[in-house]
Each structure stands twice: as C-alpha cells, then as structure tokens.
C-alpha cells in the first residue's frame, strides 16, 4: 500500500513540474517508462513530517529529482541518493511539491544545479552552461562607448560597493586596514599632484608667452630667452621717461638696418612684428590639425559636457595636454584676441584625467572621475588668474554638474597647491601671485553705483550681441566652405588683427598688460599717456593726486582707446572659435576695462569742471581726488565678462583676487548684477551654453526651467507612427534572435520584458553590454553557437539532451531601472533626469512597458518647445 501511494504521489508532482516548465513532457515520460524499477529492493516504511519539515528540504529534494539520469531511478543508483532506507525521504520529495502559493508566471529563483569540471561552468541535465557574469566578470562590460552617457546611478552604486568591500575587509587583517586608509587618502594625494601639476605648466605658459609676445618686437643680446622686462632689469643706463630702453635690448630695424628712428625703421618693424605673428599662429593651428584636434577653442563648453556624464574620449588625453600647452603659448603670442584662461581650465583637467589613471578607483568610475575633473576645472582658473577661491567658486557655478561637498573640500586643497606652485614660479615677475595688482587711494561713493550701474548695463548690451554675432559667424563657419579651411581663416584674421593692432599702441601690447595699465591709478611716477595730466597745480606729494584737467596726451589716449575698443568688440567676435586654443576672459575683460575708464576720466573731467553740480556738491571739493578711474575700469571690465559668461558670485570673487581691491565688492556686485539682468532680458544663454547647443551636445542645462503642461505619453518613443518598441525576452531569444536585433537597430539599450504578450518589465540592458558578453562567450565557452537560447532569469530551466548550452546574462541587466507612469507631467520627468544624471527612463502603464525616453528625446522636446531645431542634438 506505501508503494502504491509514493508512486501516486512522485507522479503527481511530477506533472507538477511540467506545469511550472521544470521539466519537460518528454523527461517525464521517461520516468514513467522507467517506473517499474523506481522501488526495487526498497523497504516500505511510512513516516509522517510536519509541513515546516517538508519545505525545510524543498530545495534538496527539487535538486535530488533533477539530477537524476533515467538509469538513476534504478537498481542501486537510487540508494546513493537518498539519505536513508525509510520512505522519510520520498515524503520529503513529494512534500516539496505540494506548495501551490505560486501562481505568477514568474520563474522560481535560481538554484544550484549541479557543478562541473570545466571552471566557469556548471552542469544542467549534462549540459553546460556559461555562469553568471556577476560570478565572473567580463572585462569591458560596464564601459560606455564614445559620445554615450554614463550611468550616473549605476557609477555610484558600484562605488558604494567598492566602499563597502574595503571597509569590511579592513576589519580583518592590519594590511586590508592599511590599504584602507590608503584607498581614503589617495584623493587627497590625487589633488596635490593635479595642483603641482598644473601650476607647473601656467608657470611655464607665462613666461613662455611673455617671452614670445616681446620677440615680436626685438630680442635682448645678453640672452635671447629674456624677454623686454627681464632684459632691462640688470641695466644701469636706462632713463626714468624711457624706462623700457636699454642698450641690451635691440629692436628688429636696429638690428637689420641700424636705426631706430625713421619710416623705414617703422616699415620694418612692422613687417616684422606681422611676420612673427604669422609664424605663431601658423605654427599653432598646424601643430591642432596635425596632432591634437581637441585641441582647440575654449574647451569650457566640451568640459561641462563631459562633467554632465557625456563621454568624449581623447579630449583629455596626453596628446591633447602636449599641443594644447604648446599651441596655447603660440596663439596668445600671436597677437590674436583670445585669452589663455579657458585653454588653462582645459589643461587642468587634462592633467586630472591623465592622474586618475595612477589611481584604481578613478580609473575605473567614470562618476569619481568627474569630481576630479570638477576640482581641476578650479586648479585651472586658479592659476589662470592667481585666484583659488574664485575658481573654486566657478567650478561651482559654472562648470561643474555634480558637486558634493568632499569635491568642495578637494577642490580648495587642490587650487591652494596650485596657487602656491604658481606662486614659487613667479612668472610676472612682481612677487605678487595676483596678476593685476591695484592700489586706489580714494574711497567710491555712493553715488557712483549710477556709473557703476551704466557699465553693468553696457556689459550686459556687449554680452548679449557678443554671444549672438560669435553663434552666427560659427555656425557659418561649421555650414559654409569657411570650415574646410581652417589654416587660411586663422592666417587671415591674423594679419587683420597684426596690421590694424600695430599703428595703435593700446592694441599691439598683450591684452593683460592692456588691462593692467588701464587698471593703474595714476601716480606722480608714471608715465602713461592716460596719466599725463595738467600737474601745474599740484601741491600734494606722493601719489595721493587730486582731480585734475586732461592734458593733451589723454585726449589722445581716449581717442585710440576708442578706435581698441570698437577693433576689440569686432575682432573678438571671428576670434573665438578658430581652430587654435582661445580664451574669452581676457579680450571680454579688456573690451570693459577700455569702456571702463572712457566713462571714469570722462566722470573725473565732469567733477574738476563742475564741482557745483547737485551730483558733486557734497562729496567732491574743488582739489580732492574724487573719481578713480582705474576703478571704472575694474567694474567695466567684471560687467564685461559677466554679459558674456553670466557669472556671478565666482566673477566678483575672481575680480577681487585679481586686483587685490577687497573693498571695491559692491561697485562689482552692482555692476555684475546688473550686466546678467540686462543680459538675460536679451537672451538667457551664456557663451558656454549656446557653444553647448551650437556644437548638438546632450547638455540638460539646470538653469532652465521647464514651465510647458506635457506628459510622459508625450514625449516618450514609440510613437504613434512609429514601429514597435524594441525589447528582449527574458528566457525566448536565441543569440541569433539577439544579435539580429543589435544589427538592425542603433538603440544604445533594450529594455527585458517576461514575454511580448505580457510586457512585464523585467530589467534594462545596455547594447554595449551585449555586444561584448555574446563575443566574450563565444570565444571562452565551448558550444555557444546562434541557436543557444539567452537567459536573463535568476535560474536556467532544464534544457534538451542534445540542445547547445544557453547564455545567461542575468549579470549585465539593470534590475531596477527607472520607470514612470505615461502620466508624469515632463517638468517631474526633467528634474529626474537633471538631478539623477539618468540615461533613459522606461515607461510604464499599470505595470506593463509602454516606452521609453531618453536624455537626448528630453532635449529634443525642449528644443522644440523653444522653436529650435530638434535635430541640432547630434549625439546620443
């Protein structure tokens, strides 16, 4: 009678597990077959077990009954299997199946099945299958491919799982405790190289360029490696109104024709001076060609990018650092209107990508990278301007994507090393780590906010038809037979800017030594045009100079700073953009400072002339020094560059660093202010945002605000019209099936679905991820062939006798991948994407996959939202 009802039972549940597919019609009729000798020489004992106990050894007894052969179940072999000779065992086997709680269509979880040989294999039914790629991981899986977005979710997970294994090793040995602390201290050790680093090279920018800018106009005997200032420094024959000359130091006529004075002298050093500008910026856009294309521009805009998740490789590259330190010397040397502190931003950041790489944890996170890459941004403008709390500050505001408050911290330190590397250097030459130091002897009043106010305002003007005029000469440039001839567009607007910059002595000096001089509050000691003043009158000693009449040289100055100031706005305009490095800090500073100090001589004339006037009668006294006109310079130039880059805070920061004025914040908060209002009323994009757009890069800009009623269902692919969504099955595809669908579409990802008749949503796989684990497969485990079946399960169900061995890849696929409802307004959707730095986000509809938007569809929406083209977003 116990015979009887184990054989009822074992054949119940094994039409059991037909039912849930845990085997197949054909195993189990080979049971049957097979069950006369299921109980040969067996004893018919009866033992009840409690239910706990039966579901105790559920798992053993599925693996016991699964791994039986049919020659298994009889004679001997089945005595080797059970336990003991009582029928405990067989109640156990057939208790394990009398659970019918499970009524989803949703697999049982994986279980071991049974181990192979072959290492990185197991048995399943004799049949080997390839083990989970979590098990065993597959190098390049988790890598993205060039212009794709990373997982910024996926990165700091994996982070945080790296954290966690180190911490908890760390408890068990002195050694996992040291490379623990090791591990923490290693970015701090990661920001003082990038700081030693980068200060090194601007050291070396500097002094190479002054040097460079100096040749174009004559070269010391004593040293051709000397510049001008350098050259003099040690001569005892120079004169207190002729300070720069000196026997050592020749012009080109007097060392080709003999003379100095006369036209030919003049013909020659102008054909000189244009000469060596040629050279320089032939050499510099032919060394961005031939070697490092990424080498040109800016590298702002490309840099906030990258630091939004967005790969570009090789812009931070080794070669890219090499040409662009080099060529960036050559381009400022050559006269042209650009500046070297975006190129220096650029370089930082090089030199935090190429460290990185000395470290493991940097090297293999694309999302720890970037907090690197955030503080180098803040080491470049640090030793571009000698100001490492307002770089920091700008990578901040500006720059930066994701900045926690460690990258804060690391960002200081880093900028602070850099500052002093600089420092040591001294490539100005004044001992000074500021690179316009300014001393005004006279208080601002409070009613010169309204002149402060007006140059805020002309800053802002300025900005808003710099960024429009610059967009629409590049985008002719990238549209018209203009691009396809970089070398002659830079030769071009090299000669222009050499022959029309040499006649006017304000325009042929470098742009910082421009904005220095204009910066300077004049002094009885100094002779500058601009400060060439009617001192008849003059009964004060030292520098303390009241307010006095304009003498004829000053009207002079005016007037070529004038015609500087409409060549500047021209020139800046073709200027940036061009195929060599170019920075806009400087030509941007230098067009405010010029329209600066035109409006403070013209307040300081006004005061001396009518002093009685209600604006002046309580404050500026017949021979007190009222109007500084350094100072309208100073403003001039923060409102400048603030219409241009809409900086705030880390502009009135860098401005006060730069000068040294740190009583001077309100004029410069006012007129900050003010340019980005006026600026923003004209258009509300920056010079690196509209670059951004301009160039179609997937940048979702956080200022933005997204206002429109649209819902996910909106926006979301496929749409009506379009073909069906492309997915994968969890347990239906061959690699065949699988890889037909790589080819056939350009999708960077497939979402993973339990069937397509329900559309459960199961996971989300990445193609390049695909791609790399199929060929991986293919050439480590015998067998995979295209009819393999493609399991991304928890478990591989039994497969046929002579069936190839499946593919699981289970450990590729996102289990928890970001889903919405079709009924999300787009304004929530936007934020996810902007503040998870998400890739895609899946769709859902009670459950059931609908679609799918992505970063770039984001983009495109909001383009056509603002009646711009949507096709402009080129990448992925």
């Known amino acids: 009678m116990g015979r009887v009802r184990y054989k009822v039972v074992v054949l119940f549940n094994l039409f059991i597990f037909v039912k849930k597919k845990m085997i197949t019609w054909d195993q189990l009729s080979m049971y049957v077959a097979t069950g006369s000798c299921w109980h040969s020489n067996q004893t018919t004992t009866t033992t009840t077990t409690t239910l706990a106990e039966q579901q105790s050894s559920q798992s053993k007894s599925i693996r016991q009954i699964l791994s039986m052969d049919n020659t298994g179940y009889c004679n001997d072999s089945f005595n080797s299997i059970r336990s003991s000779t009582s029928d405990e065992d067989m109640v156990e086997i057939a208790g394990s199946t009398l659970d019918f709680s499970n009524t989803e269509d949703v697999p049982p979880l994986d279980r071991d099945y049974g181990s192979g040989d072959n290492p990185g294999m197991e048995e399943v039914n004799g049949v080997p299958k390839l083990m989970?790629?979590?098990?065993?991981?597959?190098?390049?899986?988790?890598?993205?491919?060039?212009?794709?977005?990373?997982?910024?979710?996926?990165?700091?997970?994996?982070?945080?799982?790296?954290?966690?294994?180190?911490?908890?090793?760390?408890?068990?040995?002195?050694?996992?405790?040291?490379?623990?602390?090791?591990?923490?201290?290693?970015?701090?050790?990661?920001?003082?190289?990038?700081?030693?680093?980068?200060?090194?090279?601007?050291?070396?920018?500097?002094i190479s360029a002054h040097w460079m800018t100096d040749l174009k106009e004559g070269v010391c005997l004593n040293g051709f490696w000397f510049n001008h200032e350098h050259c003099c420094w040690t001569s005892n024959e120079t004169t207190f109104q002729e300070r720069?000359?000196?026997?050592?130091?020749?012009?080109?006529?007097?060392?080709?024709?003999?003379?100095?004075?006369?036209?030919?002298?003049?013909?020659?050093?102008?054909?000189?001076?244009?000469?060596?500008?040629?050279?320089?910026?032939?050499?510099?856009?032919?060394?961005?060609?031939?070697?490092?294309?990424?080498?040109?521009?800016?590298?702002?805009?490309?840099?906030?990018?990258?630091?939004?998740?967005?790969?570009?490789?090789?812009?931070?590259?080794?070669w890219t650092l090499v040409i662009k330190t080099i060529t960036l010397v050559l381009a400022v040397s050559s006269g042209l209107s650009l500046g070297k502190e975006g190129p220096l931003v650029h370089v930082a950041c090089c030199c935090g990508n190429i460290l990185c790489h000395l470290f493991t944890k940097y090297r293999k996170n694309e999302a720890k990278r970037r907090e690197v890459l955030s503080a180098a941004a803040a080491v470049g403008v640090s030793v571009a301007f000698g100001a490492p709390i307002g770089g920091v500050l700008f990578s901040l505001e500006e720059v930066s994507y994701y900045f926690p408050l460690k990258t804060l911290w690391r960002s200081f330190f880093a900028a602070l090393v850099a500052a002093f590397t600089l420092r040591s250097i001294n490539p100005f030459g004044n001992s000074r780590l500021v690179l316009f130091y300014v001393e005004f002897h006279t208080p601002w009043h409070l009613l010169e906010l309204v002149p402060f106010i007006l140059l805020g305002i002309f800053g802002g003007i300025w900005g808003a038809f710099f960024i429009r005029a610059n967009i629409a000469w590049c985008r002719r440039r990238k549209t018209t037979w203009l691009g396809h001839y970089p070398v002659l567009e830079v030769l071009v607007v090299t000669a222009v800017t050499a022959v029309v910059a040499f006649p006017n002595s304000y325009t042929r000096t470098s742009t910082s030594e421009l904005i220095s001089e204009l910066f300077n509050d004049c002094g009885l000691l100094d002779s500058s045009k601009l400060c060439n003043y009617d001192n008849a009158n003059v009964t004060k000693s030292s520098n303390e100079l009241p307010d006095r009449p304009a003498g004829n040289d000053v009207y002079t100055a005016m007037w070529q700073l004038s015609l500087a100031l409409v060549f500047k706005m021209l020139i800046t305009v073709v200027t940036f953009g061009m195929k060599v490095p170019s920075g806009l800090f400087i030509p941007s500073m230098a067009v405010g400072a010029i329209a600066g100090r035109l409006l403070g001589i013209g307040m300081e004339q006004l005061a001396y002339y009518h002093h009685d006037w209600a604006i002046f009668r309580g404050w500026c006294s017949p021979g007190a020094d009222c109007i500084t006109p350094g100072l309208y310079a100073m403003v001039g130039a923060a409102a400048c560059l603030g219409g241009v880059t809409r900086m705030t805070v880390s502009l009135v920061v860098i401005m006060f660093e730069l000068t040294g004025g740190l009583e001077y914040i309100v004029p410069l908060m006012a007129a900050a202010m003010t340019s980005k209002w006026v600026a923003d009323a004209i258009g509300r994009e920056g010079i690196y945002e509209a670059h951004i757009r301009l160039n179609g890069y997937p940048f979702l800009e956080a200022k933005e605000e997204f206002s429109h009623k649209t819902l996910a269902?909106?926006?979301?692919?496929?749409?009506?019209?379009?073909?069906?969504?492309?997915?994968?099955?969890?347990?239906?595809?061959?690699?065949?099936?699988?890889?037909?669908?790589?080819?056939?579409?350009?999708?960077?990802?497939?979402?993973?679905?339990?069937?397509?008749?329900?559309?459960?949503?199961?996971?989300?796989?990445?193609?390049?991820?695909?791609?790399?684990?199929?060929?991986?497969?293919?050439?480590?485990?015998?067998?995979?062939?295209?009819?393999?079946?493609?399991?991304?399960?928890?478990?591989?169900p039994p497969q046929p006798p002579n069936s190839p061995p499946p593919l699981k890849l289970r450990g590729i696929m996102d289990l928890s991948p970001f889903t919405v409802t079709d009924h999300t307004a787009m304004d929530i959707v936007v934020d996810i994407f902007r503040k998870l730095g998400l890739r895609q986000c899946l769709i859902t509809h009670n459950g059931r996959l609908l679609g799918i938007i992505t970063k770039k569809d984001i983009l495109k929406h909001v383009a056509q939202i603002a009646n711009r083209d949507p096709d402009s977003i080129l990448f992925n």
Request: hydrophobic residues 40%.
């Open 244 to 318: 720069d000359k000196c026997p050592q130091w020749k012009s080109w006529a007097e060392l080709i024709i003999g003379t100095t004075e006369g036209p030919f002298a003049y013909i020659m050093n102008y054909l000189m001076y244009v000469c060596w500008a040629l050279l320089f910026s032939f050499l510099a856009v032919t060394l961005v060609r031939a070697f490092a294309p990424y080498a040109c521009g800016s590298g702002i805009p490309e840099i906030k990018t990258i630091l939004s998740g967005f790969i570009i490789r090789g812009y931070l590259g080794k």
């Open 132 to 206: 989970d790629l979590l098990d065993e991981p597959v190098p390049g899986v988790g890598t993205y491919e060039d212009f794709n977005t990373i997982d910024w979710v996926r990165e700091k997970s994996k982070d945080r799982d790296r954290h966690r294994e180190i911490t908890s090793k760390s408890k068990e040995s002195t050694w996992a405790l040291v490379n623990s602390v090791c591990d923490a201290f290693s970015g701090w050790l990661l920001m003082l190289l990038i700081g030693l680093m980068s200060g090194a090279l601007a050291g070396g920018i500097d």
């Open 713 to 796: 269902m909106d926006v979301m692919r496929p749409r009506r019209s379009d073909p069906p969504l492309s997915v994968l099955t969890q347990d239906g595809m061959t690699v065949e099936d699988v890889e037909t669908m790589i080819t056939d579409t350009t999708y960077s990802g497939f979402p993973v679905v339990v069937s397509h008749e329900s559309q459960r949503l199961v996971g989300f796989v990445l193609r390049r991820d695909l791609t790399i684990s199929i060929d991986n497969a293919r050439q480590r485990q015998d067998g995979i062939v295209s009819t393999s079946r493609v399991f991304f399960t928890e478990y591989t």
